[in-house]
T-cell receptor, first 116, second 115 residues
C-alpha cells in the first residue's frame, strides 16, 4: 500500500524566508505525487504534481518541488515566503485504482505559519 | 462559475438523524469522489464513482450511501448520524483515467457537526 509522511505538522517561517515542507512517500510502483494547499475554511487547490516527466516541478504561487527517487522524497519549496502563503499543505500519492479514476492517499498535512 | 460545488456548506444536526450532502461539478469530468477530513485535518477517501458506477468504497460504514444520478452529480446520504461523523466532507472530481496522473478538483467542503 502507498503512504505519505509529512515531517512537521507545523512550520513557522518569517516573511521573505525560504519555505521547505517535507514529504516522503512509500510506493511499490513509480509514484505520481501531488501537493495541495488548503486555505482556512476552503477546499483543496492543486499546487503542483509530479507525473514522471521532469523531476523538478514548478507550480503556482512560486512553489516548486523536486522528486528524488533515491530519497523517496518530494519536498515543497518556495524561495521567499509571503504572508498569503499561510495555509495547510498536503502531500498526496495517487494509486490508479481498479478501472477508472485514481485514489489519493494524503499525508497528515503541514500548517505553514508566516511571521511578519 | 464554481467548478465543484457542495451544499450545504454547514450542517448541524442531532445524533440519529439522517442527512444528505449534494455535490455538482461543471468540469465535464467522469469521475467523482468523497473524502472525509477529521478534526486533525487528516484526509481519507470514502468513495469514488465513474460514470455513475461505484469504483472505490473504502471501508466506510454502510450508514453512508453515495448516489450518482448522473456524471455531474454525486450525493452522500448518511443515516443514523453519530458523533464521530462530525467532520468536513469534500467532494472532488477528475477526468476518467487509469494512470493516476489525473488532477482532482475539490469542492469547498461541507462542515458537519453532530450534536
Amino acid at each position: 500500500a502507498q503512504s505519505v509522511t509529512q515531517l512537521g505538522s507545523h512550520v513557522s517561517v518569517s516573511e521573505g524566508a525560504l519555505v521547505l515542507l517535507r514529504c516522503n512517500y512509500s510506493s511499490s510502483v513509480p509514484p505520481y505525487l501531488f501537493w495541495y494547499v488548503q486555505y482556512p475554511n476552503q477546499g483543496l487547490q492543486l499546487l503542483l504534481k509530479y507525473t514522471s516527466a521532469a523531476t523538478l516541478v514548478k507550480g503556482i504561487n512560486g512553489f516548486e518541488a523536486e522528486f528524488k527517487k533515491s530519497e523517496t522524497s518530494f519536498h515543497l519549496t518556495k524561495p521567499s515566503a509571503h504572508m498569503s502563503d499561510a495555509a495547510e499543505y498536503f502531500c498526496a500519492v495517487s494509486d490508479a485504482a481498479r478501472n477508472a479514476g485514481n485514489m489519493l492517499t494524503f499525508g497528515g498535512g503541514t500548517r505553514l505559519m508566516v511571521k511578519p | 462559475d464554481t467548478a465543484v460545488s457542495q451544499t450545504p456548506k454547514y450542517l448541524v444536526t442531532q445524533m440519529g438523524n439522517d442527512k444528505s450532502i449534494k455535490c455538482e461539478q461543471n468540469l465535464g469530468h467522469d469521475t467523482m469522489y468523497w473524502y472525509k477530513q477529521d478534526s486533525k485535518k487528516f484526509l481519507k477517501i470514502m468513495f469514488s464513482y465513474n460514470n455513475k458506477e461505484l469504483i472505490i468504497n473504502e471501508t466506510v460504514p454502510n450508514r453512508f450511501s453515495p448516489k450518482s444520478p448522473d456524471k455531474a452529480h454525486l450525493n452522500l446520504h448518511i443515516n443514523s448520524l453519530e458523533l464521530g461523523d462530525s467532520a468536513v466532507y469534500f467532494c472532488a472530481s477528475s477526468q476518467t483515467g487509469t494512470t493516476g496522473k489525473e488532477t482532482q478538483y475539490f469542492g469547498p467542503g461541507t462542515r458537519l457537526l453532530v450534536l
